[in-house]
Every structure is written in C-alpha cells, then in structure tokens.
C-alpha cells in the first residue's frame, strides 16, 4: 500500500501562486510515476501533470508554462508550483501514483490505483 496526503492549497488572488506538495508513505518506490490531477465541482476529474521516476515531465496543454512538476525522492515528494493562477484553476487537486512501475505517463485516471485526499485550491477573481 501506498499513502499519499496533498498539502499547500488555499486561498488565493487571481495571478497569484501556490506549491503543493505530495508526501508519499508506505510501500513507496521512486521508480513510480506520480500525477497530478484536479476536480471542479460538477467536473469530471482531469489529469494536469505527471513526472517519470527519471524526471521526465508531461502536462495538460492548457497549463504550459503555468504548472511545473517535480519530486524529490529523497523525502518521497512531488510537487506541482502553479504560476498565474486563474479563477478557472479553481478545483479540489489530488496526486496519484499507479500501482506498477514504470515511465510511462498516464493522464488517465483510472491508470492510478493510490490517492490522496485532495488540497483545495481556490483563485479569487
């Protein structure tokens, strides 16, 4: 098993910028892909960014240059630094790790099989 608790969310200004960070615990493995996903209310739950044990990145098109990813293995963490932020970046974020090892970057969420329980993000206008 795999735990993973967000943290870094909150209240923000339009333009403003957050970091959040992922903690995992348990059986973890750095050779693990770790994603970062958000849900808005009433919205289904979409894939943002993924980072490969090796550091290799991938984001949703929409948030280049605004959402940069990364992880520490050292103290099993991953972090996702949000730049510019939008009222439309409002949205519960959650980070997921599968349950295989491997690089390949899902932004699927069914690929992940560990979540945590989610940081609050909310942009004002």
């Known amino acids: 098993q795999v735990q993973l608790v967000e943290s870094g969310g909150g209240l923000v200004q339009t333009g403003g910028s957050v970091r959040l960070s992922c903690v995992a615990s348990g059986r973890t493995r750095t050779s693990y892909v770790m994603g970062w996903f958000r849900q808005a209310p009433g919205k289904e739950r979409e894939f943002v960014a993924g980072i490969s044990w090796s550091g290799t990145t991938y984001y949703r098109d929409s948030v280049k240059g605004r959402f940069t990813i990364s992880r520490d293995n050292a103290k099993n963490t991953v972090y996702l630094q949000i730049a510019s932020l939008k009222p439309e970046d409002t949205a519960v974020y959650f980070c997921?790790?599968?349950?295989?090892?491997?690089?390949?970057?899902?932004?699927?969420?069914?690929?992940?099989?560990?979540w945590g329980q989610g940081t609050q993000v909310t942009v004002s206008s």
């Open positions: 997921a790790a599968p349950d295989s090892i491997g690089s390949y970057i899902s932004t699927e969420p069914y690929d992940y099989k560990y």
